[in-house]
């Protein structure tokens, strides 16, 4: 507790020079650590790692629309599958395996249009929200992601049963990024920049609007707030998190997309990190990633005999620990410790006001 | 392909038959909704254990069609009442609808039918198993143009047509029937007039549970039983409910039929492999420019 307490005052203390200094710092400590992971433990760790961070950047973007916004949305993971078999297809060499579609487009050519293209689907799936609240959203947009993926399963020219392969990576130069450490460079830049954003995102006036709409649409819309636009907004925000995370994920080596990617399973898994990192909680969402994503990884191999099936209970565990969340912690991780700051906080300015006296009735 | 009029009536019929089973299970849907203002995301997962239910009680056991089929439908009660009141109740405690419980009640009712799901994998396995019933006793109806219902549509069709009738004569016409209404209505009042509101959320639950049970065990005959069944029914039932307009019963068996006919006619008549996205399709196009469903029923909306 106290040692959080340290970090969070020397991260005050660094951003009060500049406000980047301790996004530099954190960028400078990650860049080591895929070397630490190959040189103590193995190389397998880096490809969770790129994983992990494609799960932030999802996670972050869900939060934008469900944490900031309070719009129930559970398609999340449709448009992840529209980014990555966007960029996928559009960088593809024509005439490819299997009847695959393919525009042999450069890779940085791909990925923009995919967010755009991820963006714009976004605009469709908050459309509804227009309308719509709190349930019937929810079942309009778990309708339009779970259409995305059975189209994507039976339309041959996605790639449909036996997948997308031979996706090509990126490169700048003659430097390519088909390695896991190589790739590590490139999504951890993208998750920390999109941390930095989505909070650039809450502290701007467009975060305000957000979060007037979530507390109250009514209200908002009374105190001139534009309630369909900053619905819409919000849900285009985080259909380009998830565009990115989708093509970033399309061209991670080994370069191989599957619609069983985005199946129910992913999107359980996606709310899990949300609600364990307590929605509307930025670093609460990115926590919540990374637990869940190596949760996921060391479970997903555990089978357990009962009258002779094998079965895989890492489904059980996870929709488990899902409700067993909501009803027990609903806050989630980020609740917790944004409790603890607010409260050292308190006490913190109540100590300068009454000159040291406050210490004395917290222990 | 030239235009035939038998083969449209064909799938009209089959469509109608197979409308009515999604129509029960968002029968039951509607009930918890308009009851308890939560949207029942584990829902089909309840169809799922009815028909397996259904499945272990006729083969196993080796009881009669329907007997299995009633079996079928107390014992998915049971399991719907049990998971309603350790899990849910802390939640519809707080208050459903729109609140921030109401957002946590569809993450928990999502987490929920994964945690079914394959929890009935422990119990049921992986395969799918053909549902053998002996339906001989049930006439094979031939249509003009030469068009074969099978005993099991027929028995479908009978058999829902007897449920529809059994819940709307408990619902209007008995005491424990206006007592349900009267909590869908206003949970306070109903306290302060008597009536044992836990215990009538619990009925509804189970009555709810009941009725998506049967629809398993009647779907059963048709196609064969899986445990992953339960999440594509979940989708059409949502899709029939709310096309009918979420929360009025009738409505929701008018929506089944609905949606069965919009996926056999566009099976038929323009991809058989996107049949599972038509619903969808209808789900959102309803829900975009008609929220309150096709038939104009006012849509119960809580602050």
Sequence with gaps: MVFLSRIADLIDALASRHRLLPWLIAYVMLLPLPFIMSTFFNSYLIDLANRACLFILLAVGLNIVKGFCGQVTVGHIGLYAIGAVTSAVLSLEPGGFGGALGFGLPVWVSIPIAILVTAFAGLIVGLPSVRLEGAYLALATLGLGESVRIFIAVTPALGSSTGLMMIPAPSIGSFVFDSFTSYYYLVMTAALVGIYFSFSILRSATGRAFQAIREDTIAASVNGINVIKYKLLAFVLSAIYAGLAGALFAHMPPGYLHHNNFTVIEMVTLLLMVVLGGIGNVWGGVIGAIVVTIAYDQTKDLVVYFMDRPIVVQPLVFGLSMVLLVLFMPRGIGGWFEGVLRNRRFIKRSEEKLGGTARNSQS | ?303
């Design chain 2, 1 to 303: 392909m030239g235009f035939d009029f038998n083969s449209l009536l064909a799938f009209i019929i089959f469509g109608v038959t197979i409308g009515v089973v999604y129509g029960i299970v968002a029968l039951g849907i509607s009930l918890i909704y308009s009851g308890l203002d939560i949207v029942h995301f584990a829902h089909g997962e309840m169809y799922m254990f009815g028909a397996f239910f259904g499945l272990v009680l006729a083969h196993n056991v080796g009881v009669p069609y329907p007997v299995a089929l009633i079996g079928a439908m107390i014992l998915t009660a049971i399991l719907g009442m049990l998971v309603e009141r350790v899990f849910y109740r802390r939640l519809t405690r707080a208050g459903g609808g729109y609140t921030v419980a109401g957002m946590g009640m569809i993450i928990c009712g999502f987490g929920m039918s994964v945690a079914l799901v394959n929890a009935a994998y422990f119990f049921f396995g992986a395969e799918a198993e053909p549902f053998r019933a002996n339906l001989d006793y049930i006439p094979r109806l031939t249509f003009p143009g030469d068009i074969n219902v099978p005993e099991s549509y027929v028995l479908t069709a009978i058999i829902s047509v007897l449920l529809m009738a059994g819940l709307h004569y408990f619902l209007r016409h008995t005491k424990t029937g206006l007592a349900v209404r009267a909590v869908a209505h206003n949970k306070d009042i109903a306290y302060l007039m008597g009536i044992n509101v836990p215990l009538m959320i619990s009925l509804i639950f189970g009555l709810a549970c009941g009725l998506a049970a049967a629809a398993g065990v009647l779907i059963g005959p048709m196609q064969s039983v899986q445990v992953e069944m339960g999440y594509l029914m979940l989708m059409k039932a949502f899709a029939a409910a709310v096309v009918g307009g979420f929360g009025s019963l009738p409505g929701a068996i008018l929506g089944g039929i609905m949606v069965g006919i919009f996926e056999n006619l566009g099976a038929a008549y323009i991809s058989a492999s996107h049949k599972d996205i038509y619903a969808f399709l209808l789900l959102i196009l309803v829900l975009m420019f008609r929220p309150s469903g096709l038939f104009g029923v006012e849509a119960k909306v809580k602050a």
